[in-house]
């Protein structure tokens, strides 16, 4: 039997609520609707390129925000020594150039497995709490728990709108 994404009963984002319960409720209805846009393609569908020369693809996607996921919320906020998931010195760019040799329901319950620690890693703490960010170039910045929050909607809803297209190019669904 050949494997597909799963379905998901995505979650619908918040109209009411305080600070936390909106950025929660939106970060997770962007985190479903990527989801969404995988559900019940094939290994090889995950696979397709958008369009020529671009290598983005619905499972580079799904790679690419297990790492967000994980640097902002575990490796970044929480300070966890935790080992990158790909070789970027090798390839920056491995979460999608390695897609032919990934296994998308590995990569699938790698991202879930992500999504939880993350929560983990967030519950409990201010949104006020900062944290040093340190850049590459030296410099170093004092961020929010709460500009994570707003940083990882905008991530993802910028990369859904990637999906969306992919999608449409794959089997030609469209829509929210």
Same mark, same amino acid.
């Given at each position: 039997?050949?494997?597909?994404?799963?379905?998901?009963?995505?979650?619908?984002?918040?109209?009411?609520?305080?600070?936390?319960?909106?950025?929660?409720?939106? &970060?997770?209805?962007?985190?479903?609707? =990527? &989801? !969404?846009?995988?559900?019940?393609?094939?290994?090889?569908?995950?696979?397709?390129?958008?369009?020529?020369?671009?290598?983005?693809?619905?499972?580079?996607?799904?790679?690419?925000?297990?790492?967000?996921?994980?640097?902002?919320?575990?490796?970044?906020?929480?300070?966890?020594?935790?080992?990158? =998931? !790909?070789?970027?010195?090798?390839?920056?760019?491995?979460?999608?150039?390695?897609?032919?040799?990934?296994?998308?329901?590995?990569?699938?319950?790698?991202?879930?497995?992500?999504?939880?620690?993350?929560?983990?890693?967030?519950?409990?703490?201010?949104?006020?709490?900062?944290?040093?960010?340190?850049?590459?170039?030296?410099?170093?910045?004092?961020?929010? =728990?709460?500009?994570?929050?707003?940083?990882?909607?905008?991530?993802?809803?910028?990369?859904?709108? !990637?999906?969306? =297209?992919?999608?449409?190019?794959?089997?030609?669904?469209?829509?929210?």
């Amino acid at each position: 039997m050949t494997w597909r994404a799963p379905e998901i009963n995505r979650r619908h984002e918040p109209f009411l609520g305080d600070e936390r319960t909106m950025l929660e409720g939106w &970060l997770n209805y962007h985190r479903d609707t =990527l &989801l !969404h846009k995988c559900a019940g393609l094939t290994a090889e569908q995950l696979r397709t390129a958008s369009v020529e020369p671009s290598g983005l693809n619905l499972l580079g996607l799904v790679r690419h925000m297990t790492v967000v996921e994980r640097a902002w919320f575990r490796q970044r906020f929480a300070g966890e020594d935790l080992p990158e =998931l !790909h070789d970027w010195a090798a390839d920056p760019d491995a979460e999608f150039t390695t897609v032919s040799t990934a296994d998308p329901e590995a990569e699938f319950a790698a991202f879930r497995a992500e999504i939880a620690a993350a929560d983990a890693a967030a519950a409990g703490h201010d949104l006020g709490e900062e944290f040093t960010l340190r850049r590459r170039d030296g410099s170093e910045h004092q961020v929010s =728990l709460r500009w994570v929050y707003v940083h990882m909607i905008e991530e993802y809803a910028r990369h859904n709108g !990637h999906a969306d =297209l992919i999608r449409e190019r794959i089997d030609g669904a469209t829509g929210d």
